[in-house]
């Protein structure tokens, strides 16, 4: 085969990638088929964004108390209790278990998670005055620092009598993601995978929000690649092993249009009132396919 791969790695010296076996015998082929597709074209990942063993067992570390939050949050909600109680068990969960909640203090974001209710698409800021009430549907979006490594998911939690047609969107918000998963493939691209999910939403006659969507995250909270959940097969950055990412696309029963919250600038809500779902997963991609790390 002809040698792609830029020049400045030695064939016999360690690999980039930190395993400690020879370039050519580790990342010199999969150099060559990125270079490739460089060359027709496409976006491709840069080595700094990709996970070997050692950052992916960080991940996992981090994934744990992000899951068991998730898991607590899961046995505690209920109807009357305010969107603060849920931020409350979050930070204390969180740090009982020697993490760190990533969205406190994030960009001047003032709690540890997010709470999403009804026609709030992401971004919800609890709140003593926010009381969940019978028929609501609320995302609970929770990320974690743990020994420096990220990791992020979210949740749909139906309170009381949620409306069939709610609950048929929280149920093809989650089926989205499973869609986004089954399509997580490496020498593919984040355009075929955003593809699928979107089609799948606008078959059950929903939409996407397209200005927000998933990111790479790991070694930060929101790192690139930016993940589209309204894109083009062939479009978007080449996938490959060692990459790590969220699948979070955020599902509307009417338009995809949104807007900010003027007050508080983070609250985004959708334009028409009508509700917004979505269910997060990390994942991280494989030899063969993807692995959730985070759910
Ligand atoms: N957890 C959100 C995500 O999935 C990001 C929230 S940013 C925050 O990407 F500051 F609002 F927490
Ligand atoms: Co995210």
């Not at 060359?39 to 950052?55: I, Q, S, W, Y």
């Not at 760190?100 to 026609?119: M, Q």
Request: with cysteine; net charge negative.
């Amino acid at each position: 085969m002809i040698r792609l791969a830029m020049k400045k790695y030695d064939r016999n010296a360690p690999c980039w990638c930190g395993s400690g076996r020879k370039y050519k015998q580790c990342h010199m082929q999969f150099d060559d088929k990125i270079t490739l597709a460089k060359m027709r074209g496409h976006e491709v990942p840069k080595h700094e964004m990709l996970k070997n063993a050692k950052d992916v067992e960080g991940i996992r570390a981090s994934a744990h108390i992000n899951m068991a939050v998730l898991d607590e949050v899961a046995g505690k909600i209920h109807i009357g209790m305010s969107t603060e109680e849920i931020d409350r068990i979050v930070y204390d969960v969180t740090t009982a278990m020697g993490g760190i909640p990533a969205p406190l203090n994030y960009e001047g974001f003032p709690k540890s998670v997010c709470t999403s209710l009804n026609e709030e698409v992401c971004h919800g800021i609890p709140s003593p005055d926010i009381i969940l009430k019978d028929g609501d549907i609320i995302n609970v979006d929770v990320s974690t620092i743990y020994n420096g490594y990220f990791s992020d998911s979210s949740r749909m939690f139906l309170l009381g009598n949620v409306a069939e047609e709610t609950k048929r969107l929280v149920q093809v918000a989650k089926e989205c993601v499973e869609i986004g998963v089954a399509n997580t493939k490496p020498w593919t691209f984040l355009g075929d995978m955003g593809h699928a999910v979107h089609e799948h939403a606008l078959k059950n006659g929903y939409s996407v929000v397209r200005q927000i969507g998933g990111h790479g995250c790991g070694f930060q909270f929101h790192e690139d690649p930016w993940v589209s959940y309204v894109s083009q097969p062939g479009s978007g950055m080449l996938m490959v092993p060692g990459m790590v990412f969220t699948i979070e696309p955020m599902v509307n029963m009417g338009g995809d249009e949104i807007y900010e919250d003027e007050d508080n600038h983070w609250t985004i809500y959708t334009k028409d009132g009508k509700p917004s779902a979505q269910w997060e997963v990390e994942v991280l991609v494989t030899e063969d396919g993807c692995e959730i790390l985070c759910s």
